[in-house]
């Protein structure tokens, strides 16, 4: 071999072990915390697992406020919407009572509301929600592209927010469905 050759071979094989390097990792996340208020911030020890978008609708009730009778208010009823990936893919749904996230693989979780905070006039607040354990009597509920998750957070919002109006005596009972937008990202432990 001639020493011409060799500087170009040496070359050539330090970009394949770089290639090869680069072809185990795993592509990062291009979602950030930073701007986000700390309440809903998720705890270190946690890695971006999924990024969605919902689309879809917020069902609110005219009720009585909770320990005000005679005082009525849009109750949150209950969320139904189509999560998709970052390429605009449909990977599951989010529906409730209770607020399930479900992947297209059929597993699911659900979550207790950790920490709220405002997102801006006429959308439903940023989210910071805990996972519940799995259900012992329904195993399989965990598995599959869910399996793992810790938290999610909802962030990105537009829309959402129980109209300002309209909830009377005469309006007692009846529903309303505002459309609404957000990303609900799915976290795991590391």
């Not at 938290?151 to 300002?164: N, T």
Request: glycine share 10%; charged share 15%; net charge positive.
């Amino acid at each position: 071999m001639t020493q011409a050759r060799l500087p170009s071979l040496l070359a050539l094989a330090a970009a394949a072990t770089m290639l090869s390097a680069c072809s185990t990792m795993t592509p990062a996340s291009r979602y950030s915390q930073d701007s986000l208020p700390d309440s809903i911030k998720v705890p270190a020890g946690n890695v971006v697992a999924m990024e969605t978008r919902a689309t879809g609708e917020l069902t609110y009730e005219c009720k009585d406020k909770a320990a005000m009778p005679g005082q009525l208010e849009w109750t949150f009823v209950g969320p139904k919407a189509t999560l998709a990936d970052r390429a605009g893919k449909a990977v599951g749904t989010y529906y409730g009572p209770p607020a399930t996230w479900q992947a297209a693989d059929g597993s699911k979780v659900s979550g207790t509301q950790l920490a709220v905070a405002p997102s801006g006039p006429g959308n439903i607040p940023f989210q910071l929600v805990k996972v519940n354990p799995v259900n012992p009597a329904n195993p399989a509920s965990g598995a599959g592209a869910m399996l793992g998750t810790t938290y999610i957070q909802r962030v990105a919002l537009q829309g959402g927010a129980a109209p300002a109006s309209g909830c009377s005596a005469d309006t007692r009972g009846q529903r309303t469905v505002v459309n609404y937008q957000a990303d609900y990202i799915f976290w795991k432990a590391m």
